[in-house]
């Protein structure tokens, strides 16, 4: 069965970090796009952050750029999203995809990831 699991979500103060988890079982993440995505209450969901799996180009939302760290270690068949400096409007049920795309070079939001996960929760509150 193919899978995606997410780990690491919680709650931490503003200003504080966490290192979300993606991973995969019953595929190799190898030559898959990987990318982020939120959905706040009330919210649509939005992109965060997305990395190749040709290259490991990465691309980053603009409300998160400079703070969220997207990487990859295929290794261990994972992706994380290291988010630092978090604020409030951070807060949301953070979900990964993965689309199989073995020579795309460039990322985005915009394609139909094939494999999703079932979210973590992300909450920033003092």
């Known amino acids: 069965q193919l899978q995606l699991v997410e780990s690491g979500g919680g709650l931490v103060q503003p200003g504080g970090s966490l290192r979300l988890s993606c991973a995969a079982s019953g595929f190799t993440l190898d030559y898959y796009a990987i990318a982020w995505f939120r959905q706040a209450p009330g919210k649509k969901r939005e992109g965060v952050s997305c990395?190749?799996?040709?290259?490991?180009?990465?691309y980053y939302a603009g409300s998160v750029k400079g703070r969220f760290t997207i990487s990859r270690d295929n290794a261990k068949n994972t992706v994380y999203l290291q988010m630092n400096s978090l604020k409030p409007d951070d807060t949301a049920v953070y979900y990964c995809?993965?689309?199989?795309?073995?020579?795309?070079?460039?990322?985005?939001?915009?394609?139909?990831?094939?494999?999703w996960g079932q979210g973590t929760q992300v909450t920033v509150s003092s």
């Open positions: 995809a993965a689309d199989y795309r073995p020579t795309q070079d460039i990322c985005n939001f915009l394609v139909a990831y094939d494999y």
């Open positions: 990395i190749t799996g040709s290259n490991g180009s990465t």
